[in-house]
Nanobody, 123 residues
Framework: QVQVVASGGGLVQAGGSLRLSCAAS????????MGWFRQAPGKEREFVAA????????YYTDAAKGRFTISTGNAKNTVYLEMNGLKPEDTGVYYC????????????????WGQGIQVTVSS
């Protein structure tokens, strides 16, 4: 069993920055890679970024490349999503999740999900 707790988010103007955090716990959480997804109103959940705990493997959706950075922090159980140059289309509920083994872009691969956190980017 892995517990995943996301934090951060909020309201920011277009062009601004936010950092989301995701803390994982449980005896076997290091066997899992971590990913971020988001869901905009009226749309399906979509992949944003993923990483393994060593930080050696990272994936991004095209919309996130160059603006978002996923990383593992000094706290060994925390993954961060640094979001810069935010756009109104980045608005949505962001979810952190854990997948057994390697990082994945597919939501259905993920086994454990944290609560969603709202990110709102105003124009």
């Amino acid at each position: 069993q892995v517990q995943v707790v996301a934090s951060g988010g909020g309201l920011v103007q277009a062009g601004g920055s936010l950092r989301l955090s995701c803390a994982a716990s449980g005896r076997t959480f290091t066997s899992y890679a971590m990913g971020w997804f988001r869901q905009a109103p009226g749309k399906e959940r979509e992949f944003v970024a993923a990483i393994n705990w060593s930080g050696g493997v990272t994936y991004y959706t095209d919309a996130a490349k160059g603006r978002f950075t996923i990383s593992t922090g000094n706290a060994k159980n925390t993954v961060y999503l640094e979001m810069n140059g935010l756009k109104p289309e980045d608005t949505g509920v962001y979810y952190c999740a854990a997948v057994k083994g390697a990082p994945s872009r597919r939501a259905y691969d993920y086994d454990y999900w944290g609560q969603g956190i709202q990110v709102t980017v105003s124009s």
